[in-house]
Each structure stands twice: as structure tokens, then as C-alpha cells.
């Protein structure tokens, strides 16, 4: 299994992102799927994600600003990321069945 996630780059304040992550291999359908991130000095933790039953789980500190959408057409997961702050600046990573890691995007916002 194989995450490739791209999207990430240098924004304003205010601003947002799509970031997009496909999944290879034998991964996606049921199995969860989320986002993750780690911003320098800090420990990676969860942005957002889906469950295996399909719920969304959301950090409180983005709710109503991120929002995570899937294609299992295209084993693809993105992340639409609205009115950025500096605090989500971190490398963002996405994740299948809490087992798999992609290999980080970077996002940087300017305040």
C-alpha cells in the first residue's frame, strides 16, 4: 500500500488549500482514512478523518473550516482547509487503517 499526497504550499491567512492523497494497493473502500498533521516542536495529531463505518472525526480546532471528502473511484481523499491561520502550518499527512503513512505535504501560512 502506497499514499501519495500532494496539494500542500505557501497561502495567506484567510486563505485555502485542497490537498489531495491516493491510495495504492489493496487499501480504501472500508478501511478509514485521515489526515493528520505535525507542526515544528509539536506531536502529529489528528485533523480529520474517517472512520471505518463512515463518520467523520474533526479536531475542534478546524471544525467548520476543514472538511474531508473521498472517491473511491479514484482511491482518492482530499482535505479542503478554509480561512487557514498560522496555526495550520505543519506538515500534513494522510493515513489508511491506522496502519499507513503518506509522505507529507507541506502547508505554510502567512500571516
Known amino acids: 500500500v502506497q499514499l501519495q499526497a500532494s496539494g500542500g504550499g505557501l497561502v495567506q491567512a484567510g486563505g485555502s488549500l485542497t490537498l489531495s492523497c491516493v491510495a495504492s494497493?489493496?487499501?480504501?473502500?472500508?478501511?478509514?482514512m485521515g489526515w493528520y498533521r505535525q507542526a515544528p516542536g509539536k506531536q502529529r495529531e489528528l485533523v480529520v478523518g474517517?472512520?471505518?463505518?463512515?463518520?467523520?472525526n474533526a479536531a475542534d480546532s478546524v471544525k467548520g473550516r476543514f472538511t474531508i471528502s473521498r472517491s473511491n473511484a479514484k482511491k482518492t481523499v482530499y482535505l479542503q482547509m478554509n480561512s487557514l491561520n498560522a496555526d495550520d502550518t505543519a506538515v500534513y499527512y494522510c493515513?489508511?487503517?491506522?496502519?499507513?503513512w503518506g509522505q507529507g505535504t507541506l502547508v505554510t501560512v502567512s500571516s
Open positions: 493515513n489508511a487503517a491506522d496502519i499507513y
Open positions: 494497493g489493496s487499501i480504501f473502500g472500508d478501511n478509514s
Open positions: 474517517f472512520t471505518s463505518d463512515g463518520s467523520t
